[in-house]
């Protein structure tokens, strides 16, 4: 079956730095990713769908300047969480479709969680 | 687009009991799809049933559809202590090119040895 693998899957850092989060889709080509981010409580909220070669759509509420999709490869997306603060800390997911079988069905990462001290 | 309202939030059964599990949507779909995600990981999609479908099979799941009262549930037949993990519901709307899906708080079962 389709493989996503993320990286890194747990990274701390201090408040004010950025971390990036990788997002590859292994085995197939995926021209759209969407990145998710799980509050406890486990609801997951959807922030943005990542567009290979152009600019990510942003769910209502997310800021982009805050959060930065690149999707720079058919396998890649990035999820940069600039000058993170601690209630930045949660688990990122990214998720893809495959796109020549297009059940419909997609296909996760690990997650990543990230704290900020 | 829409989330799908799982219920109950949570769910404490014993090995080999049934567990269900509702979905509660809000307008027409294409289809509605379950996850499963286990503690600390991503997740990982079980079944999806397509809006023209009543009832669909995977194994031990049951899935069943009622687009009249905008509902499914899943059912777990003869459950494991490694069917513990959060499930969560997806409808996926009619005419969503991109394929974006929405997901609720998920119910959290828990299969007592």
């Known amino acids: 079956g389709a493989v996503v693998s993320q990286h890194p899957s747990r990274v701390i850092c201090k408040s004010g730095t950025s971390v990036k989060i990788e997002c590859r889709s292994l085995d197939f080509q995926a021209t759209t990713m969407f990145w998710y981010r799980q509050f406890p409580k486990k609801s997951l909220m959807l922030m943005a769908t990542s567009n290979e070669g152009s600019k990510a759509t942003y769910e209502q509420g997310v800021e982009k300047d805050k959060f930065l999709i690149n999707h720079a490869s058919l396998t890649l997306s990035t999820l940069t969480v600039t000058s993170a603060h601690p209630e930045d800390s949660s688990f990122y997911i990214c998720?893809?479709?495959?796109?020549?079988?297009?059940?419909?069905?997609?296909?996760f990462g690990e997650g990543s969680r990230l704290t900020v001290l | 687009s829409q989330q799908g309202e799982e219920d109950p939030q949570a769910l404490s059964i014993q090995e080999g009991e049934n567990a269900t599990m509702n979905c509660s949507y809000k307008?027409?779909?294409?289809?509605l799809q379950w996850y499963r995600q286990n503690s600390g990981r991503g997740l990982v999609h079980l079944i999806l049933?397509?809006?023209?479908?009543r009832e669909k099979h995977s194994g031990r799941l049951r899935v069943t559809l009622d687009t009249s009262k905008k509902s499914s549930s899943l059912l777990i037949t003869a459950s494991r202590a490694a069917d513990t993990a959060s499930y969560f519901c997806?409808?996926?709307?009619?005419?969503?090119?991109?394929?974006?899906?929405?997901f609720g708080r998920g119910t959290q079962l828990t299969v007592w040895p």
């Open positions: 307008t027409s779909i294409n289809n």
């Open positions: 049933i397509r809006s023209n479908e």
């Open positions: 998720s893809a479709r495959e796109q020549t079988v297009n059940t419909g069905e997609l296909f």
């Open positions: 997806a409808p996926a709307d009619r005419g969503s090119t991109l394929g974006r899906l929405y």
